[in-house]
Protein backbone atom coordinates (compact mmCIF):
# COMPACT_ATOMS: atom_id res chain seq x y z
CA UNK A 1 0.00 0.00 0.00
CA UNK A 2 2.77 2.00 0.40
CA UNK A 3 6.86 1.97 0.18
CA UNK A 4 6.90 1.57 4.09
CA UNK A 5 4.37 -1.19 4.36
CA UNK A 6 6.17 -2.95 1.39
CA UNK A 7 9.42 -3.13 3.24
CA UNK A 8 7.86 -4.17 6.42
CA UNK A 9 6.77 -6.58 4.49
CA UNK A 10 10.06 -7.86 2.57
CA UNK A 11 11.19 -8.37 5.85
CA UNK A 12 8.78 -10.22 7.53
CA UNK A 13 9.14 -12.55 4.55
CA UNK A 14 12.62 -12.47 5.04
CA UNK A 15 13.02 -12.90 8.44
CA UNK A 16 10.68 -16.04 8.07
CA UNK A 17 13.35 -17.42 5.19
CA UNK A 18 10.83 -17.95 2.71
CA UNK A 19 12.70 -15.90 0.35
CA UNK A 20 16.07 -14.93 -0.11
CA UNK A 21 15.53 -11.25 -1.41
CA UNK A 22 13.40 -8.77 -3.19
CA UNK A 23 13.61 -10.15 -6.59
CA UNK A 24 12.93 -13.87 -4.86
CA UNK A 25 10.06 -12.47 -3.52
CA UNK A 26 8.62 -11.06 -6.87
CA UNK A 27 9.54 -14.51 -8.83
CA UNK A 28 7.48 -16.58 -6.13
CA UNK A 29 4.51 -13.71 -6.49
CA UNK A 30 4.55 -14.16 -10.08
CA UNK A 31 5.20 -17.92 -10.17
CA UNK A 32 1.56 -17.79 -7.71
CA UNK A 33 0.07 -15.93 -10.10
CA UNK A 34 1.05 -17.61 -13.74
CA UNK A 35 -0.13 -20.78 -12.35
CA UNK A 36 -2.43 -20.64 -9.25
CA UNK A 37 -5.27 -23.52 -8.85
CA UNK A 38 -7.40 -22.05 -6.36
CA UNK A 39 -9.61 -18.36 -6.28
CA UNK A 40 -11.19 -17.55 -3.23
CA UNK A 41 -12.87 -14.33 -2.00
CA UNK A 42 -12.95 -13.28 1.47
CA UNK A 43 -16.52 -10.93 1.75
CA UNK A 44 -15.79 -8.65 4.20
CA UNK A 45 -19.30 -5.88 5.16
CA UNK A 46 -18.15 -3.43 1.95
CA UNK A 47 -14.95 -4.71 0.76
CA UNK A 48 -13.44 -8.05 -0.09
CA UNK A 49 -9.85 -9.66 -0.89
CA UNK A 50 -9.12 -12.07 -3.95
CA UNK A 51 -6.77 -15.03 -2.45
CA UNK A 52 -5.01 -16.62 -5.72
CA UNK A 53 -3.48 -19.94 -4.09
CA UNK A 54 -1.09 -22.42 -5.48
CA UNK A 55 -1.34 -25.64 -3.81
CA UNK A 56 2.04 -27.41 -5.19
CA UNK A 57 4.21 -24.00 -3.72
CA UNK A 58 1.65 -23.47 -1.19
CA UNK A 59 2.08 -20.04 -1.70
CA UNK A 60 -0.61 -17.05 -2.23
CA UNK A 61 -1.35 -13.89 -3.30
CA UNK A 62 -3.66 -11.85 -1.52
CA UNK A 63 -5.24 -9.20 -4.30
CA UNK A 64 -8.06 -6.07 -3.36
CA UNK A 65 -10.58 -5.06 -4.86
CA UNK A 66 -8.43 -2.67 -7.40
CA UNK A 67 -6.42 -5.29 -8.35
CA UNK A 68 -3.03 -4.43 -6.71
CA UNK A 69 -1.02 -6.58 -4.60
CA UNK A 70 -1.71 -6.27 -1.03
CA UNK A 71 0.62 -9.52 -0.23
CA UNK A 72 2.31 -12.66 -0.82
CA UNK A 73 3.23 -15.67 1.13
CA UNK A 74 3.98 -18.88 2.19
CA UNK A 75 1.09 -20.87 3.44
CA UNK A 76 2.08 -23.30 6.47
CA UNK A 77 -1.73 -24.58 6.91
CA UNK A 78 -4.63 -25.96 5.51
CA UNK A 79 -6.64 -23.32 3.30
CA UNK A 80 -9.34 -24.85 5.61
CA UNK A 81 -7.35 -23.49 8.96
CA UNK A 82 -6.13 -20.69 7.45
CA UNK A 83 -9.84 -19.47 6.39
CA UNK A 84 -11.24 -20.95 9.75
CA UNK A 85 -8.90 -18.21 11.74
CA UNK A 86 -9.90 -15.55 9.42
CA UNK A 87 -12.93 -16.02 10.08
CA UNK A 88 -12.33 -16.21 13.74
CA UNK A 89 -10.43 -12.81 13.25
CA UNK A 90 -13.63 -11.21 11.80
CA UNK A 91 -15.89 -12.52 14.40
CA UNK A 92 -13.16 -11.07 16.88
CA UNK A 93 -13.30 -7.72 15.24
CA UNK A 94 -17.10 -7.59 14.98
CA UNK A 95 -16.93 -8.08 11.18
CA UNK A 96 -18.73 -10.51 8.51
CA UNK A 97 -16.95 -12.30 6.27
CA UNK A 98 -18.36 -15.00 3.69
CA UNK A 99 -15.71 -16.82 1.54
CA UNK A 100 -16.77 -17.82 -1.68
CA UNK A 101 -14.80 -19.64 -4.22
CA UNK A 102 -14.28 -17.92 -7.79
CA UNK A 103 -12.95 -19.64 -10.78
CA UNK A 104 -8.99 -19.75 -12.52
CA UNK A 105 -8.62 -16.61 -15.33
CA UNK A 106 -6.58 -17.69 -17.70
CA UNK A 107 -5.58 -14.95 -19.91
CA UNK A 108 -4.11 -13.58 -16.59
CA UNK A 109 -1.75 -16.76 -16.38
CA UNK A 110 -0.84 -16.68 -19.24
CA UNK A 111 0.07 -12.42 -19.33
CA UNK A 112 1.75 -13.28 -15.85
CA UNK A 113 3.51 -15.99 -17.60
CA UNK A 114 5.39 -13.48 -19.71
CA UNK A 115 6.02 -10.58 -17.05
CA UNK A 116 7.96 -13.65 -15.11
CA UNK A 117 10.01 -14.50 -17.99
CA UNK A 118 11.23 -11.44 -18.47
CA UNK A 119 12.06 -11.02 -15.13
CA UNK A 120 13.94 -14.21 -14.96
CA UNK A 121 15.61 -13.22 -17.93
CA UNK A 122 17.55 -10.13 -16.44
CA UNK A 123 19.14 -12.14 -13.70
Do not use: C, P
Not at 8 to 16: I, K, Q, S, V
Not at 54 to 75: A, F, H, N, P
Amino acid sequence: MSERTYLNHLEDRLEEGVISDWKDYLEKTFETLSSYTGVYYEVYGRSWDRILYDRKRQWMVVLIEEGRILSSMKVNQTLKELFGNHIRKAKRDRQTLIILKGRVNEELKTKVKGILKTLRDKK
